[in-house]
């Protein structure tokens, strides 16, 4: 099975120990994993401000990149999001029809497509987790809770098969933690508020780490943690699943 690891942007500038444990994760479960290594941004960042019009280079040149493989893995549910519904190329529909298929948030693929059952990993810690809303919503990764209807989460379910973890208990599972790209910037105050009700769930139930499938989402939470000097950290689900003591 030939993977391709695609890093969006953010996760390659400033939290580049997750993409190696996605990496190091996928090699241990059999993958034979490749790096593009002309990728750049997918172009989600222009999208979502409204110039989606403008995203073409970034289009052609993930077509070009990830063109051939079985699967394309992401370590990041909006940046696949993105891709999944997004991604069109002139002269390579085709192609990028072929990608928008093939696309897969990491914990969407361990789950549904290498089904895996069992990990040797390792985390004695109380762990939060924090399911963004491209990965629920738009992915459909968790169960919403807004919906009478059973609930899952493939992140959770992962979670579940690490040794000494305990996923603790929130109040409000699913919301919105604030950050939501330029929402950020242009919604400063409310976003702020936001993070920090969301910072308090977790840290009211003995949360020691917050984990997510979207960095974007930790590190806005990162940013409320410090500022409040707490002991609290965060972390990729990625670096849980592949983490040995």
Request: negative net charge; aromatic residues 8%; glycine residues 8%.
């Amino acid at each position: 099975m030939r993977v391709a690891l695609f890093v969006p942007c953010y996760v390659d500038q400033f939290y580049p120990k997750a993409a190696i444990a996605t990496l190091e994760l996928l090699e241990k479960l059999g993958c034979e994993v490749h790096y593009p290594k002309n990728q750049t941004c997918c172009g989600q960042p222009m999208a979502n401000s409204g110039y989606e019009h403008l995203t073409g280079g970034c289009n052609n040149l993930f077509v070009d990149n990830f063109s051939g493989y079985d699967y394309v893995v992401c370590p990041s549910g909006s940046c696949t999001l993105h891709i999944k519904e997004h991604l069109h190329a002139d002269g390579k529909e085709e192609q990028a029809t072929e990608i928008r298929k093939k696309v897969y948030e990491l914990t969407e693929f361990l789950v549904d497509v290498l089904k895996v059952k069992q990990l040797s990993a390792s985390f004695p810690y109380k762990v939060g987790l924090h399911q963004s809303c491209h990965g629920l919503r738009g992915l459909r990764i968790a169960q919403m809770s807004e919906l009478v209807a059973e609930p899952f989460s493939k992140p959770a379910q992962l979670l579940d098969l690490v040794n000494g973890l305990e996923l603790v208990p929130l109040s409000r599972q699913d919301d919105c933690c604030g950050f939501g790209g330029t929402f950020c910037v242009v919604e400063e105050a409310v976003s702020a508020k936001m993070g920090k009700d969301r910072v308090a769930d977790h840290i009211s139930h003995g949360a020691q780490y917050i984990t997510s499938a979207d960095l974007s989402c930790l590190m806005h939470l990162e940013g409320i943690l410090r500022r409040q000097n707490s002991d609290v950290k965060v972390i990729h689900v990625a670096e849980i699943l592949n983490n040995s003591l």
